[in-house]
């Protein structure tokens, strides 16, 4: 397990390093990353490199038992690149030039800033690859903006160039047709301004796909340079979780060792406990393997604004449900909270005066826990049964076309989660090509844009035996994202023993009454944004709209299908209907959690040769007691537990069992 923090040398003097140093090490840290925003300082002057500071910074934490990982410092460019290749601005959606200053004001597509990157990555490269105590990279940090320079426009065109081959296939599948839109040369194709204008959504899908695409590829190119230079160190690239909308994360982490992210729960609001569980599954799976959270929050957020002060005990409560839910590394953002610059209020484990207190006493007790764990974890997977999927294609779709305010994708993907993770039932979530075989439970929300091939795999999952929940808005579009020509939900109508009749767009926010039917007799709620009216070609129903013109008529229908089930939502249910469904679907599907815990303990497991490792976390504010049943080792302590057990509020437990 690595423990640690962002670290910025040069925001301190040197004088101040071994201090820090010290303290990290009495606080049980074994990592830093440095480094990600010191271009400037390892390059003051094209090609004329500095890196003795960092030079002497990793070797005085390794002095003290610290590791390093270093940042390829490409988010935010010298002044002397910028001003030297004003072409290498990001420019934004209405036609502006990035001034220089802020960061991620870079072109992505930029030949010139390519080639900058380039320099710098590999001197990188070349002068660390055999530095025993640099373990692994970052690129760049956190990627993520859309650029409409005319680089990126002609990029574009020669993306598209490439996906349909030829003007006459891409037209065809846009339907261009519409509005005279036909092009006749790859550089009439424009970059959509969604915020004015109303483009075709096949334009508009494809320029997002652009985006991520070039990300992914401008990523790739410093990992091809790291990978020749420095083979032995894995590369990594901090992610923003399941809330950043705009790039595919499954394709930006294909290319990378391991993912990691960046975890911040008190920002701007109150914690949300089952979104930070979702983010941390969706980063967990977009490899299928454990990850690092490499800014976990320390300390008060804050830009202009400042947030409020996590509470007592929560700063290692949201590191242990990371650990729980999969991470094999916590790295605190940031050591000590920067006296100047744009983040002098996002604020560290010290304060500005870096002296400590109740945050490092914090930090340092969770130390001692880890260290009693040891590596115990090491090679540990989250156990799960269900899976979630996650479309981006679906989520791009609809940034363009969001039918109304309160149909949200991100939205109805956390309301299902939040159902599953009450349950504390093991989710794993997957991309739309992942291989579904073992899960007992799949939910698929919003499945939009789907082919054949995505289709067959569903179908074959549920004629397997398998359990499928799809939701309103499900194979609606082709992967041109253009309307398929069959009644929805299209392409996995006949599976689900349903066809949409006609749907109501709830745009004003209203809700509409839903009354349990059948196996959910019992349970009643309402839908929310979408009612989809449905006619039963074989399916029953679970749930009935009890309001509106369509009261009576089907909401929620279950489908046998092959050996499996085929679950039908026409809406987006509120929570008590999404819980009713969910413990129906546990039940039925004989899915269940590690233990029973009252309502607010959150469960996982950890499995391994060594055991299976049983979280217990009370993000109430009231003292819980957990029956553990058969007994244990538990491990943040030390001791032997077994029978009740109690739990502190935001209290951890590790419970070791056979
Ligand atoms: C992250 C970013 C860090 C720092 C932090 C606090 O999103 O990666 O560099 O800016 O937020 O704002």
Avoid at 94 to 116: A, E, I, K, L
Avoid at 241 to 267: C, H, I, K, Q, S
Avoid at 329 to 345: D, K, N, Q
Avoid at 437 to 466: H, K, S, T, W
Wanted: aromatic letters at 12%; charged letters at 25%.
């Amino acid at each position: 397990m690595y423990y640690g923090a962002d670290y910025y040398p040069e925001h301190w003097p040197e004088e101040r390093w071994a201090q820090d140093a010290q303290m990290m090490r009495e606080a049980g840290f074994n990592v830093v990353r440095m480094a990600e925003f010191a271009w400037t300082r390892m390059e003051p002057r094209e090609g004329e490199f500095n890196f003795g500071w960092l030079d002497d910074a990793i070797a005085l934490m390794a002095e003290h038992g610290i590791e390093s990982v270093l940042g390829t410092p490409t988010a935010a460019p010298p002044a002397w690149i910028m001003d030297a290749y004003p072409e290498a601005a990001l420019v934004t959606e209405d036609g502006r030039v990035m001034t220089y200053g802020s960061r991620r004001n870079y072109c992505p597509s930029s030949g010139v800033y390519r080639v900058h990157s380039q320099r710098i990555v590999a001197a990188m490269a070349e002068h660390y690859a055999d530095n025993p105590h640099v373990i692994a990279w970052q690129i760049d940090n956190e990627f993520g903006g859309r650029c409409y320079c005319a680089d990126c426009q002609a990029g574009f065109q020669q993306w598209l160039r490439e996906r349909y081959g030829t003007l006459d296939a891409m037209n065809a599948a846009w339907g261009t047709e519409f509005w005279s839109h036909i092009y006749t040369a790859w550089e009439q194709v424009p970059l959509p301004w969604e915020a004015t204008r109303l483009h075709n959504p096949s334009l508009a899908l494809n320029y997002r796909r652009f985006m991520s695409d070039t990300y992914a590829d401008y990523q790739r190119l410093q990992i091809e340079i790291l990978r020749e230079l420095a083979p032995d160190q894995p590369i990594s690239h901090n992610l923003m979780g399941f809330g950043y909308p705009n790039l595919d994360y499954f394709d930006l982490a294909a290319d990378l060792d391991f993912v990691t992210w960046d975890n911040y729960p008190r920002f701007m609001g109150t914690p949300n406990l089952s979104n930070r569980g979702l983010a941390h599954d969706t980063m967990r799976g977009l490899k299928n393997k454990p990850f690092w959270v490499m800014e976990q929050q320390g300390g008060p957020t804050g830009n202009a604004v400042v947030n409020a002060t996590p509470r007592p005990g929560e700063i290692p409560f949201w590191a242990w449900q990371a650990i729980a839910h999969g991470a094999d590394g916590i790295v605190f953002f940031r050591w000590r909270t920067a006296r100047f610059g744009a983040e002098e209020y996002w604020h560290g484990i010290l304060d500005h005066h870096g002296i400590p207190s109740r945050r490092y006493r914090e930090v340092k007790e969770m130390g001692e826990a880890l260290e009693r764990i040891g590596d115990k974890l090491d090679g540990s997977r989250v156990a799960g049964d269900v899976a979630m999927l996650l479309s981006y294609d679906s989520r791009f779709a609809f940034q363009n076309q969001p039918h109304n305010p309160h149909l949200d994708y991100p939205d109805i993907f956390q309301r299902l989660y939040r159902s599953v993770w009450e349950r504390n039932l093991g989710t794993q979530i997957v991309s739309p090509e992942a291989e579904l075989d073992g899960f007992e439970l799949v939910i698929a929300p919003m499945l939009y844009v789907m082919d054949e091939e995505i289709a067959q795999r569903l179908r074959d999952y549920v004629r397997n035996g398998g359990t499928l929940v799809v939701t309103c808005r499900t194979g609606v579009t082709d992967m041109d994202n253009g309307i398929v020509d069959a009644k929805l939900p299209g392409l996995l109508a006949e599976m689900c023993g349903v066809t949409v009749e006609e749907y109501d767009s709830l745009d004003d926010g209203r809700t509409v009454a839903l009354k349990g039917a059948g196996e959910l007799a019992h349970a009643g709620g309402a839908g929310l944004a979408w009612a989809d009216v449905l006619a039963l070609e074989g399916a029953e129903v679970l749930a009935r709209y009890d309001a509106d013109y369509y009261a009576g008529e089907p909401a929620i229908t279950v489908n046998r299908y092959g050996a499996g089930r085929a679950v039908y939502v026409g809406t987006v249910p509120d929570s008590d209907m999404a819980g009713a469904l969910l413990g129906w679907l546990a039940e039925t599907t004989g899915v269940e959690s590690a233990i029973q815990a009252p309502a607010g303990v959150e469960v996982t497991e950890r499995v391994s040769d060594e055991g299976r490792f049983l979280f217990l976390l009370n993000g109430t504010a009231q003292e819980q007691v957990v029956d553990l049943g058969e007994g244990g080792e538990e491990r943040t302590r030390g001791e032997s537990v077994s029978g009740e057990i109690k739990l502190e509020p935001l209290g951890v437990r590790v419970v070791q069992r056979a």
